[in-house]
């Protein structure tokens, strides 16, 4: 009698008629934003569990286009799921029918595939191997920041006007070394502010180049000129003009009659920087460009994305709701064992979702943080052991019928009852029932210590797709606003970030491969990391000179002891060159071409015609003339006679 | 003559050559470097690419004479320069000015006359002169001697000693037109175009002789910085010190390289050099320069390869690499 007398002056207090408006107003204007599709897109692709509230939707001015959603083709879940997975539409053009089974959210998780981690010897290496590649890195920086101090730590310069071929040569040192732009860039305002202009467009032009060679816009290189850059440029229209224009000026500087002055450099410098600071956009736009264009689906879909958070089964439409309405809502990423010190004061409210979960060790912490004040909602949550609720899942359940706010609790909240789908109702003991289907408790609340639980059969009061139905927004900011101000949703991706880099090489099993690479980066800077490391000329191709063949040839010859193919060859080689030599002798045959060497070399007629006729024999027969002694001494003999003849001193004719 | 001025000249003469002249930009701008440089070209490339057309398609432009010279086995120097012949009216002998005295001279087929036909001319080319008789006759100025020679006969032919080559400022290969160019010299022939009288093709003359000589003299004042001087020097070392070459370039061949690229400065505008010039016209200075090693040769390898491999590690100078 007293409950049923002070309830309509508690319905009053706990939210007024215009409190109430207040929040459907904020309802219709979150439902009213384009990315909650699902309110203005009739085709929008509703999984299995959405549709459940379908009966619940019919015409809703809140979410007009939700009623013909339920008639579209069902969606299709990629990804993994909850928050990251994306949703396509199904390939079938009729609503399908839920296939028969359990319910699809309570399957069991996928196949965790387990990849051994190292430990021991390996860890310790891996360990080791980073930290000297830490130190290693520390290192380099802080040399790169010495050499970066170089200029203003060479006062000798000052008043300098002479400079030697030395400084000349050390600056064009420290240009070809430097290649951070910015350095460049500050080391030619440092010239210019010690009245080197000179210098200072020297440095303005290596900034240029090695801006444009790290966008790949040009290939530096010391062979190469200001034309063979600019030329390299043509294809780029926004940068060829401007940087060819630089680029005169700057040759004008450097090669022109008169030393460059401030208005000279200065005229350079505005060019250049404008260059370097658009050439670095382009470059990075042509990269996102072209990313994109490579993550585009191949399958298209019509440029239409439905991202979960602002799907019906999301829950940023219920967070905006709540910070609307004063509330600090927010998704917990942190760990579940700590929730600091506002636990103290009671002003957190943890909501645990379906889909999340906790280990023993941190429902212990809960517990604790429960009993010391904590307000805990847990909506389909895993219900821990130390309470006595359990949920029966029913899919034959009427989804229409609501579900009543019980007469213990009827004063407490502005509604009567809530509309969700009927899927689940709890089994417990308890008597505190804050929501019931006919019977069967739905939400009941326990006290716990100082703190206060309150568990749900589901989650469906809290994603988006509770908002335009009957007055299930009203009820829900009345229920968290009795437990607290500060709200945090808690789903299967809360306290799943690593801490460090560390933790998250370890979790996702790559210890092995990240050491193995490690390891692979250690053996080729070994191998070949110095010259990597160091700047210098690319090897030139070599190319073995023809005498070297010629060399190798012979030493083939000598190996294989062809004494016979030897002097074949050479014997060949010395009766083409006198004939060459003596056309006119050599048209009479041997003989005549004997006479005329003879006469030529004042030898005897018959000796010579004695070796012409040997090596023509040689030549013949392929073979040599005898025994590798006679063949070699033929080789020897014909060589004399060729040195005789002074072919010996024509170019390459030794050879 | 102010750069400007001296740039605004050479694009007006390349644009009425181009009128008529299609597809030879490249010769023509060489022709124009030897002319302001006081220097001679040798032009390699088979018949009928327009060599003729060039020297009088310039000569019309440049407001100079021109004379061609068909250079055969049996041509004499006196044909070539001129000779004393017995007046019997005035009995006496005097002068008869040969077909080089004249300021654009196209010498055909240079390789076909025997050596010593062929130094008479290049002593005209060298100094600038004929002496006969015991007197120095000075040659018109400007005088640009544009000799051909064709790279596929050698039977009958005298090929031109290193040391005589060394003499021209530039040597440029011809290729054959592309075959939109060739199309578009068609279409220019189809439509009335008549080689053998440029008269009517409506070239204006952009300078005079005098002008040119102006111009000769304005290219002292284009800067040559001591790095480029460097850079020129550079490559030229590089030529003796290549393994595939025998013979590099001698110091004639950076004396012509820094004056062909001052030249190049001044037909671009500019009172200074920059490496773009020399190395715009390395290959054209130091080709005819180098006599590559016998082995080279048969690898197959070219002065132009050569130049090539020096060009691209020859450092540039204020380069940022």
Request: hydrophobic share 45%; glycine share 8%; proline share 6%.
């Given at each position: ?9 508690l ?19 979150i439902?009213?934003d ?23 939707v019919q ?17 299709e879940l990629?990804?993994?799921?909850g ?43 891996f ?57 460049l ?12 202009f ?6 303005s ?22 034309g ?6 043509r ?9 060819r ?33 658009r ?76 889909d ?24 389909g ?18 989804t ?31 008597d ?22 309150v ?12 908002l ?10 009345s ?21 460090d880099p ?5 979790r ?18 070994l ?11 690319p ?33 060949g ?52 003339v ?12 014909l ?17 | ?46 018949p ?5 057309l ?39 002998f ?23 036909t062929?130094?008479?001319?290049l ?21 640009f ?10 039977q ?14 530039l040597k ?26 440029i008269e ?9 002789a005098?002008?040119?000589v ?6 002292q ?5 001591e ?24 110091p ?23 490496p ?33 491999q020096?060009?691209?590690e ?8």
């Amino acid at each position: 009698v007293i409950a049923s007398f002070f309830a309509p002056l508690l319905l009053a207090i706990s939210m007024s008629p215009r409190e109430q408006d207040e929040v459907d107003r904020h309802v219709r204007r979150i439902l009213a934003d384009a990315p909650y599709g699902f309110c203005h897109d009739e085709a929008y692709p509703l999984t299995w569990d959405e549709v459940e509230w379908c009966p619940l939707v019919q015409d809703n001015p809140r979410c007009p286009a939700l009623e013909h959603a339920c008639k579209a083709p069902r969606a299709e879940l990629v990804g993994p799921p909850g928050r990251l997975s994306r949703r396509t539409v199904s390939k079938d053009d009729a609503p399908q029918q839920r296939a028969e089974g359990p319910d699809r959210r309570r399957e069991p998780e996928p196949t965790e595939v387990e990849i051994p981690a190292l430990g021991g010897f390996a860890e310790l290496l891996f360990w080791f191997i980073v930290v000297a590649g830490v130190l290693a890195l520390v290192l380099a920086i802080a040399r790169n920041l010495a050499k970066g101090k170089g200029p203003e730590a060479t006062p000798e310069r000052e008043g300098d006007a002479a400079k030697t071929a030395a400084d000349v040569a050390a600056a064009a040192a420290r240009r070809a070394m430097e290649t951070d732009v910015d350095r460049l860039l500050a080391m030619a305002s440092d010239c210019a502010a010690r009245g080197e202009f000179a210098d200072a467009v020297d440095f303005s032009h290596a900034a240029l180049l090695r801006r444009l060679d790290h966008d790949g816009l040009i290939r530096l290189h010391r062979a190469r000129t200001n034309g063979d850059y600019v030329q390299d440029l043509r294809s780029n229209a926004d940068l060829y003009t401007p940087v060819r224009d630089a680029l005169r000026r700057i040759d004008r500087a450097q090669f022109g009659t008169e030393p460059p002055q401030r208005p000279m450099f200065e005229d350079i410098f505005a060019r250049i920087t404008a260059i370097v600071k658009r050439a670095g956009p382009v470059a990075v736009l042509a990269l996102v460009v072209g990313m994109l264009s490579l993550a585009c689906d191949p399958e298209g879909e019509g440029g239409k994305s439905y991202p979960w958070p602002r799907s019906p089964s999301g829950t940023d439409g219920v967070l905006e709701l709540l910070r609307a309405r004063g509330f600090e809502a927010e998704q917990r990423v942190g760990a579940l064992d700590a929730f600091g010190d506002d636990t103290q004061h009671g002003a957190l409210v943890v909501v645990m979702l379906g889909d999340s979960g906790a280990t023993e060790a941190e429902w212990k912490a809960i517990d604790e943080w429960v009993q010391g004040g904590g307000r805990l909602v847990l909506a389909g949550a895993h219900i821990p052991p130390w309470l006595d609720a359990t949920i029966q899942y029913d899919s034959a359940a009427d989804t229409i019928a609501p579900t009543r706010v019980t007469d213990e609790f009827a004063g407490s909240y502005p509604v009567p009852y809530v509309m969700v789908p009927e899927t689940a109702v709890l089994s417990t003991a308890n008597d505190h029932v804050l929501l019931a289907r006919d019977d069967d408790p739905y939400a009941v609340r326990y006290d716990r210590g100082a703190g206060t639980v309150v568990v749900l059969a589901d989650d469906n009061l809290f994603i988006n797709a509770t908002l335009p139905v009957a007055d299930n927004a009203i009820f829900l900011e009345s229920l968290l606003r009795d437990l607290g101000r500060r709200v945090e949703f808690v789903d299967a991706w809360a306290d799943i970030g690593a801490d460090d880099p560390f933790e998250s090489i370890r979790r996702t099993h790559l210890t092995a491969a990240v050491v193995q690479l490690l390891l692979l980066i250690i053996a080729l800077y070994l191998w070949r990391g110095i010259r990597f490391g160091r700047p210098r000329d690319p090897i030139p191709p070599s190319r073995r000179a023809f005498v070297q063949h010629a060399v190798a040839m012979g030493h083939q010859y000598g190996r294989a002891r062809a004494t016979g193919h030897a002097a074949a060859a050479y014997a060949g080689w010395v009766l083409d060159r006198l004939r060459d030599r003596y056309p006119i002798a050599a048209a009479a045959g041997l003989h005549g071409l004997a006479q005329h060497v003879a006469a030529r070399s004042s030898r005897d007629d018959t000796e010579v015609m004695r070796l012409l006729v040997e090596a023509h024999g040689a030549v013949e027969s392929r073979t040599g003339v005898g025994s590798p002694g006679e063949d070699l001494a033929l080789v020897r003999d014909l060589g004399r006679l060729m040195r005789e003849l002074s072919f010996g001193n024509e170019k390459g004719g030794r050879r | 003559m102010t750069p400007a001025e001296f740039g605004d000249n050479c694009q007006r003469i390349r644009a009425q050559v181009g009128r008529v002249l299609l597809g030879q930009e490249e010769v023509v701008e060489h022709a124009l470097v030897a002319i302001l440089a006081r220097g001679h070209v040798l032009i390699e490339g088979v018949p009928g690419l327009g060599k003729t057309l060039l020297v009088r398609v310039l000569s019309r432009v440049l407001g100079c004479t021109q004379k061609r010279i068909q250079f055969t086995p049996d041509l004499m120097p006196s044909d070539v320069t001129g000779g004393n012949v017995f007046n019997q009216r005035l009995d006496q002998f005097e002068f008869v000015q040969g077909p080089v005295f004249t300021q654009l001279l196209l010498a055909d087929e240079i390789n076909r006359a025997p050596a010593k036909t062929q130094s008479s001319l290049l002593e005209a080319m060298q100094e600038a002169s004929v002496s006969a008789d015991g007197l120095t006759r000075p040659l018109p100025r400007p005088f640009f001697v544009m000799a051909t020679q064709n790279p596929i006969e050698s039977q009958g032919t005298y090929p031109l000693p290193e040391a005589q080559l060394d003499r021209f400022l530039l040597k440029i290969g011809v290729e054959h037109p592309s075959r939109d160019t060739e199309k578009q010299i068609v279409r220019h022939h189809l439509a009335g175009f008549n080689p053998s009288a440029i008269e009517e093709a409506g070239l204006e003359q952009v300078v005079d002789a005098g002008t040119i000589v102006e111009m000769q003299n304005a290219l002292q004042s284009i800067n040559v910085s001591e790095d480029m001087l460097e850079y020129i020097t550079d490559i030229v070392a590089r030529t003796r010190a290549h393994r595939s070459v025998l013979l590099g370039a001698s110091p004639r061949g950076s004396i012509a390289l820094a004056t062909a690229a001052r030249a190049k400065a001044g037909l671009d505008g500019r009172d200074f050099v920059i490496p773009d010039d020399v190395k715009a016209l390395a290959p054209a200075v130091l080709r005819h320069r180098l006599i590559l090693q016998p082995d080279a040769e048969f690898e197959g390898l070219s002065a132009d390869l050569c130049i090539g491999q020096i060009l691209s590690e020859a450092q540039v100078p204020k380069t940022a690499a």
